[in-house]
C-alpha cells in the first residue's frame, strides 16, 4: 500500500475520495497543485496519521484536479 495519499471532499457530489499517489513526486505535485485549489490541508480530530485532507467547494475545483490527474497519467505513459 502506497504511504503517498490525500483525500478530498467533493461538495458538488458529496464524496470523499482518497487519491493514491505513484511516487512521491506525483505526490508533492498533487499536494502543490491541492494547495492551489484549496489551500493548506486539514487533519482529521483524532486521526494523526491521516493523509492531508482538502475540501473542493466547487465542481470547477473538482474539474480542475480531474485534468490534473488526466496530466500525471499522461505523463506516466510517456515516460515508460
Avoid at 457530489?13 to 490541508?41: I, K
Amino acid at each position: 500500500m502506497s504511504r503517498f495519499k490525500s483525500e478530498y471532499y467533493n461538495s458538488s457530489s458529496g464524496v470523499v475520495v482518497t487519491l493514491v499517489w505513484g511516487s512521491e513526486e506525483e505526490y508533492n505535485l498533487g499536494s502543490a497543485f491541492l494547495r492551489e485549489l484549496d489551500g493548506e490541508p486539514m487533519k482529521p480530530v483524532g486521526r494523526p496519521n491521516a493523509p492531508d485532507f482538502y475540501y473542493l467547494k466547487t465542481k470547477q475545483q473538482a474539474t480542475a484536479l480531474y485534468a490534473f490527474l488526466r496530466q500525471l497519467k499522461h505523463r506516466r505513459a510517456t515516460q515508460k
